[in-house]
Nanobody
Framework: QVQLGESGGGLVQAGGSLRLSCAAS????????RGWFRQAPGKEREFVAA????????DYADSVKGRFTISRDNAKNIVYLQMNSLNTEDTAVYYC????????????WGQGTQVTVSS
């Protein structure tokens, strides 16, 4: 069974930092692009960041550029999202995903982890 599992969410004050992790099990995702999405209450799920299978290429939503960093450790089958300078608009459930074209058509999803930024 293929599973993606997020961890690292929580409550943080505005200006603070969190690091999310997404571990994969059930298969090797080495050759899949990996990404993060988020969904705030009352809003649609939106793209946050993506990293190529090699880790050599990254892509970010404009709203998080310069604040968030995506990275991956293929030996551990884990993808990270380092989030700095958090603000209240970053409050959402964060989901990790995997797929050949992860930004447009993810094939696999995690169950999500809540990130809440207080003012």
């Amino acid at each position: 069974q293929v599973q993606l599992g997020e961890s690292g969410g929580g409550l943080v004050q505005a200006g603070g930092s969190l690091r999310l992790s997404c571990a994969a099990s059930g298969r090797t995702f080495t050759y899949y692009n990996r990404g993060w999405f988020r969904q705030a209450p009352g809003k649609e799920r939106e793209f946050v960041a993506a990293v190529s299978w090699s880790g050599g290429s990254t892509d970010y939503a404009d709203s998080v550029k310069g604040r968030f960093t995506i990275s991956r450790d293929n030996a551990k089958n884990i993808v990270y999202l380092q989030m700095n300078s958090l603000n209240t608009e970053d409050t959402a459930v964060y989901y990790c995903a995997a797929g050949a074209d992860v930004r447009v058509a993810p094939l696999y999803w995690g169950q999500g982890t809540q990130v809440t930024v207080s003012s």
